[in-house]
């Protein structure tokens, strides 16, 4: 009977002391050794959603492999396992069909062993999926908010335009009178590669993947 800890952060919540690594490795040990267990090993998911099913992780799968009969898997907290209230019951029902014990710590200790923890552990996850889906609407919201106010949302600005200091866009003369060539060309039948021809000329090279795209944002 092997006891496995569990841990997990995505990228977003890695600079979050209180979701670290660390943090988890602690609070499980502590556990295990409240409750004279020995910890055999802790797999590690670093910088995978939660929205990801279990078995489908690295680490996660992993894991599931090594499973037998009697083991207890630990965790800290529900979300570092689940994210999706499915995902949530479908993974208890198939560790207690194992005859695998999953211990989170946050709500208490082992929430696969009877009908009221497993009622818990639905609403609970239920709470979670929502509050996910909540997190992405607001960070959908943010980013329309931003485009609506000219914001740029990062990575390499479209051909015609620079990013001011204050994180506007703003028209590049120079690129723009480029586009403007480009687009004419285009008008009068020339190929991609003669117009990539033409600004390289003027000392702008493109690709013609680019060039299409550019010229078809303009079109």
Same mark, same amino acid.
């Given at each position: 009977?092997?006891?496995?800890?569990?841990?997990?952060?995505?990228?977003?919540?890695?600079? $979050? $002391?209180?979701?670290?690594?660390?943090?988890?490795?602690?609070?499980?040990?502590?556990?295990? *050794?409240? *409750?004279?267990?020995?910890? #055999?090993?802790?797999?590690? &998911?670093?910088?995978?959603?939660?929205?990801?099913?279990?078995?489908?992780?690295?680490?996660?799968?992993?894991?599931?492999?090594?499973?037998?009969?009697?083991?207890?898997?630990?965790?800290?907290?529900?979300?570092?396992?689940?994210?999706?209230?499915?995902?949530?019951?479908?993974?208890? &029902?198939?560790?207690?069909?194992?005859?695998?014990?999953?211990?989170?710590?946050?709500?208490?200790? #082992?929430?696969?062993?009877?009908?009221?923890?497993?009622?818990?552990?639905?609403?609970?996850?239920?709470?979670?999926?929502?509050?996910?889906?909540?997190?992405? &609407?607001?960070?959908?919201?943010?980013?329309?908010?931003?485009?609506?106010?000219?914001?740029?949302?990062?990575?390499?600005?479209?051909?015609?335009?620079?990013?001011? $200091? #204050?994180?506007?866009?703003?028209?590049?003369?120079? &690129?723009?009178?480029?586009?403007?060539?480009?687009?004419?060309? *285009?008008?009068?039948?020339?190929?991609?590669?003669?117009?990539?021809?033409?600004?390289?000329?003027?000392?702008?090279?493109?690709?013609?993947?680019?060039? *299409?795209?550019?010229?078809?944002?303009?079109?």
């Amino acid at each position: 009977m092997a006891v496995w800890g569990y841990s997990r952060v995505s990228t977003a919540a890695q600079a $979050d $002391d209180g979701e670290s690594l660390e943090v988890q490795r602690r609070q499980i040990e502590g556990w295990c *050794h409240m *409750h004279g267990l020995v910890l #055999d090993d802790l797999f590690v &998911e670093r910088g995978v959603s939660g929205s990801m099913p279990v078995a489908k992780r690295p680490e996660g799968s992993a894991m599931w492999k090594s499973l037998r009969r009697g083991d207890t898997i630990i965790a800290s907290k529900l979300d570092r396992m689940f994210r999706s209230a499915l995902d949530a019951l479908q993974t208890v &029902e198939a560790l207690r069909e194992l005859g695998v014990s999953l211990v989170l710590l946050d709500l208490g200790g #082992d929430i696969s062993g009877n009908g009221l923890s497993r009622l818990f552990l639905t609403i609970v996850a239920a709470f979670a999926e929502a509050e996910m889906l909540r997190t992405r &609407e607001r960070i959908a919201q943010t980013k329309r908010d931003q485009r609506d106010r000219n914001r740029y949302l990062g990575g390499k600005p479209p051909f015609g335009y620079r990013v001011m $200091d #204050d994180g506007t866009l703003t028209a590049d003369q120079r &690129e723009q009178k480029l586009l403007v060539l480009a687009r004419r060309l *285009h008008d009068e039948g020339q190929p991609l590669r003669a117009i990539q021809a033409e600004l390289t000329a003027r000392g702008t090279a493109l690709s013609i993947g680019g060039l *299409h795209k550019m010229l078809r944002k303009i079109a």
